[in-house]
Every structure is written in C-alpha cells, then in structure tokens.
C-alpha cells in the first residue's frame, strides 16, 4: 500500500505562485508514473499533468501549458508541482496520484493511489 500526502498549498492572489509536494511512501516510487489532479466545486475531477517513472516525459491540460511544471526527485521520493501565474479557475482541490505503471495517463480510473488533497484558493 502506498501513501501519498500532499503539501504545499495556499491561497494566493491572481499572479502568484505556489509549489506543492507529494511525498510517498512506498521505496518502488521511481517505478511508477505520477499526476497531479485537481477538483474544483460542483465540477469533476480533471487532470492536470502527468510524469513518466523516469521523469523523461510530461503531459499537460491545455488550460495549465506554460504555466505549471511537474517534476520528480526519484531518490527523495517526491513529486512537485510547480504553480506560477495562478488565476481564479485553478482555484481547487489539488491531488496527487500513483500507478503500478511506468507511463502516465489523464484518466483518473488508471490510478492506484491517490492523496488527501491540498486546497489551493486563488483570488481575484
């Protein structure tokens, strides 16, 4: 069983930055993909970015491309999110999420392990 635990989040106003971290606890980290999620009020969970366990390949949602960067550090078991020029639509509940495979995927029924969440409010 793999525990994931977010941190990292906050309220910040439009233009700012947060970073967020993921840190698992399982010692296969570097074996597996990882995504951020993210859920806002009243709207579906949706996927926001993926990496591959090597940390070589990335995807991004259209809505967040050039504004967020997804990294891992394999030996510290932990992912990052990296938020710059935040607006009021990426104002929601921020998952971090695991699967057995080596590639990422956006659908949210291919993971395994997910977080708790971390709230992430950006005002206007």
């Known amino acids: 069983q793999v525990q994931l635990k977010e941190s990292g989040g906050g309220s910040v106003p439009t233009g700012g930055s947060l970073r967020l971290s993921c840190t698992a606890s399982d010692g296969t980290f570097s074996g597996h993909a990882m995504a951020w999620f993210r859920q806002a009020p009243r709207n579906e969970r949706e996927f926001v970015t993926g990496?591959?366990?090597?940390?070589?390949?990335?995807q991004y949602a259209d809505s967040v491309k050039g504004r967020f960067t997804i990294s891992r550090d394999n030996a510290e078991n932990t992912l990052y999110l990296q938020m710059d020029n935040l607006r009021p639509d990426d104002t929601a509940v921020y998952y971090c999420?695991?699967?057995?495979?080596?590639?990422?995927?956006?659908?949210?029924?291919?993971?395994?392990?997910w977080g708790q969440g971390t709230q992430v409010t950006v005002s206007s």
């Open positions: 990496i591959n366990a090597r940390g070589d390949s990335t």
């Open positions: 999420a695991s699967t057995m495979a080596a590639m990422y995927t956006i659908r949210d029924t291919w993971y395994d392990w």
